[in-house]
């Protein structure tokens, strides 16, 4: 089974600022079968980038996405108010599995 | 306008089986561009994902619960079901019904809202 390891657990951040959060496979999952989740309080996850850098439909293009490997990384760059939540990683190559999350907190 | 419903007991008794329905609707459940998961989370826990099934009624589990599971799919009623037998109290969570898009794979891109499983006597 594929690990990811998502950093750091929490990020502390102001509007305006810009977030940049890491994920780590335990091993390669290619360059195209990593996605990225937000998930407020209360509500399902929705997903912000899939194939690692490519956005979903009627995502913001302040959230990118980029990596290969077992490096990637999914940058906010300015913070918004309704982008306080958390995030979670996702690969699809083996199986798939999810990171524990990273919460972007103000 | 898609939407995912998912129904079925909120609570079940250990040694058990959980039984979930997702009522699709917005499009066909028949349309081969998708495909239809189950995936949960434990009240404070990491997302785990169960498996997913095509309209042809292919299958692929998470192989830590592929003794316990059954995903189907009933295309007359536009919906896809989830069985798990066996519970525990580690099988309490939030399970979510999911549709899968295709990008190199299979990927989950839209949720329903979930539904709360508790294994309790």
């Known amino acids: 089974e594929i690990v990811l390891t998502q950093s750091p657990g929490t990020l502390s951040l102001s509007p305006g600022e810009r977030a940049t959060l890491s994920c780590r496979a335990s091993?390669?999952?290619?360059?195209?079968?990593l996605a990225w989740y937000q998930q407020k309080p209360g509500q399902a996850p929705r997903v912000l980038m899939y194939g690692t850098s490519i956005r979903a439909t009627g995502i913001p293009d302040r959230f990118s996405g980029s990596g290969s490997g077992t490096d990637f990384t999914l940058t906010i760059s300015r913070l918004e108010p309704e982008d306080f939540a958390v995030y979670y990683c996702?690969?699809?190559?083996?199986?798939?599995?999810f990171g524990q999350g990273t919460k972007v907190e103000i | 306008q898609l939407q995912l419903q998912e129904s079925g007991s909120g609570l079940v008794k250990p040694s058990e089986t959980l039984s979930l329905t997702c009522a699709v609707s917005?499009?066909?459940?028949?349309?081969?561009?998708?495909?239809w998961s189950w995936i949960r989370q434990p009240p404070g826990k990491d997302l785990e994902w169960i498996g997913y099934i095509y309209h042809s009624g292919s299958t692929s589990y998470n192989p830590s619960l592929k003794s316990r599971v059954t995903i189907s799919v009933d295309t007359s009623k536009n919906q896809f079901s989830l069985r798990l037998t066996s519970v525990t109290a580690a099988d309490t969570a939030m399970y979510y019904c999911v549709r899968n898009s295709y990008s190199t794979s299979w990927y989950p891109d839209y949720w329903g809202q979930g539904t709360l499983v508790t294994v309790s006597s």
């Open positions: 917005g499009v066909s459940i028949s349309n081969g561009g998708y495909s």
């Open positions: 996702q690969q699809y190559a083996s199986s798939w599995t």
């Open positions: 091993q390669s999952v290619g360059s195209s079968y």
